[in-house]
Structure formats: structure tokens, C-alpha cells
């Protein structure tokens, strides 16, 4: 049973930097794709960064230059650097893991 655990949300002022970690049970890293979405209130859920299986990175236009998705192999797990943060971050962030989803952290960027 493959498990997804989200950390590091919170609370930050707009400008500020938050770094989200998504740590993986039951399966590894090799050769799958990986990333993160958000679901802002009332919106949709959306992509905002991914790794392919062959580490093809992608972002999200709204956060290109502002975040950064990297990976630890060895560890299994996945990190989301946030920086500059803007009111519009605001959303629940949820990591994913081939077709599997984490149960999502909140971050709230304040203007």
C-alpha cells in the first residue's frame, strides 16, 4: 500500500518562502512521475509542478521561477521550495506519486 504524507504548510506572509515535503511509503522514486497540485477555494484542482518518469521537470506558469520541485531517492522523498509567495498560493497542496494522492497541507499566504 503505497502512502503520501504532506508537511511543511502554514502560515507566511506574501514574499515569504515555505518548503513542502511529501514522504513516500511502499513504493520508490525510480521511474515514475511525481508532483504536486493545489485546490484554491472554490476553484478546481490544479497542477503546479511535476518530475516524469525520465526527470522531465515541469512547471505551472503561475509559480515558474518561484517554486522548485526536486526529489531524494534515497529517501523517498519529494520537496516543493516555494518562494516569493503571493495571496494567490493560498490553496491546499497535495503531492502525487504515479496514480496515487497524499491527503493534502494547507498553505495560506497573507497580503
Known amino acids: 500500500q503505497v502512502q503520501l504524507v504532506e508537511s511543511g504548510g502554514g502560515l507566511v506572509q506574501a514574499g515569504g518562502s515555505l518548503r513542502l515535503s511529501c514522504t513516500a511509503s511502499?513504493?520508490?522514486?525510480?521511474?515514475?512521475?511525481m508532483g504536486w497540485s493545489r485546490q484554491a477555494p472554490g476553484k478546481q484542482r490544479e497542477p503546479v509542478a511535476s518530475?516524469?518518469?525520465?526527470?522531465?521537470?515541469n512547471y505551472a506558469g503561475p509559480v515558474a521561477g518561484r517554486f522548485t520541485i526536486a526529489r531524494d531517492n534515497d529517501k523517498n522523498i519529494m520537496y516543493l521550495q516555494m518562494d516569493r509567495l503571493k495571496p494567490e498560493d493560498t490553496a491546499v497542496y497535495y503531492c502525487w506519486l504515479g496514480q496515487y494522492w497524499g491527503q493534502g497541507t494547507q498553505v495560506t499566504v497573507s497580503s
Open positions: 518530475i516524469n518518469w525520465d526527470g522531465i521537470i
Open positions: 511502499g513504493s520508490t522514486f525510480n521511474n515514475i512521475g
